[in-house]
Nanobody, 121 residues
């Protein structure tokens, strides 16, 4: 009923930048929070950043001042601008959204399939 599709991952050198995007589509009535998790090999999935409908955002401490999350409510999209990338940022990045689908009264969390970010020289 709802699909999230990420784009923008890839290979970048340390200190470089990438911009991830995620588009939500389907039977969407409303979206509250959108955000990004990441999971590195052998590590637990961790919340990188999230943004509410009013634009208020929260960040993982290790990415503050380097990453910026933004949202386009009209297009049901969320972006993650990642600057000054470090090798430890290497992970699969997953987009998520808390969605109220059309005709429903409860909220569901939907996930994208993930996009690989590799920071290496």
């Amino acid at each position: 009923q709802v699909q999230l599709v990420e784009s923008g991952g890839g290979l970048v050198q340390p200190g470089g930048s990438l911009r991830l995007s995620c588009a939500a589509s389907g039977s969407i009535f409303s979206i509250s929070v959108m955000g990004w998790y990441r999971q590195a090999p052998g590590q637990q999935r961790e919340l990188v950043a999230r943004v509410s409908g009013d634009g208020s955002a929260n960040y993982l401490d290790s990415v503050k001042d380097r990453f910026t999350i933004s949202r386009d409510n009209a297009e049901n999209m969320v972006h993650l601008q990642m600057n000054s990338l470090k090798p430890e940022d290497t992970a699969i990045y997953y987009c998520y959204a808390n969605v109220r689908i059309s005709g429903a009264t409860i909220w569901y969390t939907y996930w994208g399939h993930g996009t690989q970010v590799t920071v290496s020289s």
